[in-house]
């Protein structure tokens, strides 16, 4: 299923764990993949700024950048879209949304949205003992979905050709 953007296979998320080698990662991340800047735990006024020095560097290698938030925050920051809940990133306007669902109630709320994350696959630092899909429930979810599937939760490299997924996205298995 196409979406109504161009869609990056690979994303590299942000978190305080991962923000001192987010330069180094992204400059080594496939031409035209993409950022997911969250950050949470930083005050506004850094956060902003951290995301504006960030956003510099993705879109020096053409990666595209979303912004954990409202859609209308994201156009604000100047940011290529939204990531967050279907239900806060807001309907209308421009901008690639990207909906974080962990069961089928989510994905029929994220049903208007660009591409969904679905998570967890596999056991991620974040939720070491938390409950995961593991592949073959995440193969089947996905196949439920009327949007793009970006696998999220525990991936690499290694783990996204055993899954057989063509997008995905981490936090730790990219810096």
């Known amino acids: 299923m196409a979406a109504k953007h161009p869609l990056p296979s690979l994303w590299l998320i942000s978190d305080a764990r991962n923000d001192a080698g987010l330069e180094a990662a992204l400059a080594r ?16 006024p850094q956060r902003r700024a951290r995301f504006a020095v960030l956003a510099r560097a993705a ?11 409202s859609m209308a925050q994201a156009r604000a920051w100047g940011a290529d879209g939204a990531y967050g809940a279907a239900r806060v990133i807001g309907r209308g306007g421009k901008g690639l949304r990207l ?10 709320q994220a049903a208007r949205c660009d591409a969904i994350l679905l998570s967890p696959v596999f056991p991620t630092r974040s939720h070491p003992d938390g409950k995961t899909l593991g592949p073959l429930r995440f193969h ?30 981490a936090i730790d298995g990219l810096v």
């Not at 290698?61 to 979303?66: E, I, L, S």
């Open 29 to 44: 991340l496939p031409k035209a993949s993409g950022l997911i800047y969250r950050h949470y735990h930083l005050p506004l």
């Open 99 to 108: 909906a974080t669902v962990h069961g089928l109630r989510e994905m029929a």
């Open 140 to 169: 089947l979810m996905a196949a439920r979905a009327c949007v793009p599937v970006i696998a999220l939760g525990g991936m690499d490299r290694a783990r996204a050709r055993a899954l057989r997924w063509p997008r995905w996205a």
């Open 59 to 69: 879109r020096a290698k053409g990666h595209r950048v979303v912004l954990a938030g």
